[in-house]
């Protein structure tokens, strides 16, 4: 089984950042996809950015492109999503999530093996 522990939110003003951080046990992690996904209240989870594991292509939604980027350092079996100039409507739990799926089409997909709990942003204008 794998284990995902997110960290690193909070609230910050907007025009900010925030950096969240993935912890990763239980399995190699090289051999799994990550992804960032966001659930608004009274909204849909929706994808914000992955990483395949297959040759470390990066994706994001249009919403975030320029402004998030995800990394991961599978030395220390983490993942990370360094968030820039934050607006309101960025607001939302951030979920990590890893999947042995490596196409880009898949792993922008909200159908990944293992979800983290889940770490509250809070952008305030």
């Known amino acids: 089984q794998v284990q995902l522990v997110e960290s690193g939110g909070g609230l910050v003003q907007a025009g900010g950042s925030l950096r969240l951080s993935c912890a990763f046990s239980g399995r190699t992690p090289s051999r799994y996809s990550m992804g960032w996904f966001r659930q608004a209240p009274g909204k849909e989870r929706v994808f914000v950015t992955a990483m395949s594991w297959r040759d470390e292509s990066t994706y994001y939604a249009e919403s975030v492109k320029g402004r998030f980027s995800i990394s991961r350092d599978n030395a220390k079996n983490t993942v990370s999503l360094q968030m820039n100039s934050l607006k309101p409507e960025d607001t939302a739990t951030y979920y990590c999530?890893?999947?042995?799926?490596?196409?880009?089409?898949?792993?922008?997909?909200?159908?990944?093996?293992?979800w983290g709990q889940g770490t509250q942003v809070t952008v305030s204008s």
């Open positions: 999530a890893a999947t042995t799926a490596w196409s880009e089409s898949d792993v922008r997909l909200n159908d990944y093996n293992y």
